[in-house]
């Protein structure tokens, strides 16, 4: 009876140990998070390809929420283009997330629809492919959508996995 209970005891020691312990310096460890945005288009170079069909550049700012994160109340900008034909089409361009602490960019792509009404919507990935700061070395991957709530403004969510180096990371 003594040893059952003193492997037992050692056993559950060793698992209650194990989880406990910090990542060991240098492990990546990948976590979900996500937030979401409020933007203003800034600028707009519409640029007619033919019937129907439009290639737009434009720029546009805002503020991410994510409670918890740490990315919450960043700066965004996006540069973008979208080519539109009969008010569909693929979107591509390059979202940056600054703090005080530094930065974090991300290329994305995805598809703009337009409903009867006139409602623009677009969903699609994203890829983080630079950062500064307390954000040097994060990678991350992810989806995002988003809806106009003007011709102007808009709002939407983004989420995905999110490596950051050296870090012990919870799931938030």
């Known amino acids: ?3 059952k209970s003193t492997i037992l005891s050692a056993t559950l020691g060793a698992i209650f140990a194990a989880t406990l312990s910090p990542a060991l310096p240098g492990t990546a460890i990948a976590m979900p998070m996500g937030g979401s945005f409020s933007g203003r288009v800034d600028t707009q170079e519409p640029q007619v390809l033919g019937p129907n069909e439009v290639r737009v ?3 546009a700012s805002g503020i991410n929420s994510g409670p918890g994160t740490p990315l919450d109340g960043a700066r965004v900008q996006w540069v973008e283009t979208v080519t539109l034909k009969n008010g569909q089409g693929p979107v591509e361009g390059t979202i940056t ?6 930065s974090t ?3 994305y792509r995805g598809t703009v629809s337009t409903d009867a009404q006139g409602r623009i919507t677009a969903t699609g990935t994203y890829r983080d492919s630079a950062a500064t ?3 040097a070395g994060v990678k991350g991957k992810g989806t995002f959508s988003l809806a106009y709530t003007s011709k102007t403004d808009f709002s939407g969510q983004w989420q995905g996995d999110v490596t950051f180096p050296g ?3 919870s799931r938030r």
Do not use: A, N
């Open 1 to 3: 009876m003594f040893r």
């Open 97 to 102: 997330f600054t703090t005080p602490g530094g």
């Open 57 to 59: 550049q434009q720029t």
């Open 105 to 107: 960019s991300s290329l």
């Open 167 to 169: 870090r012990k990371s």
């Open 133 to 135: 700061g307390e954000f």
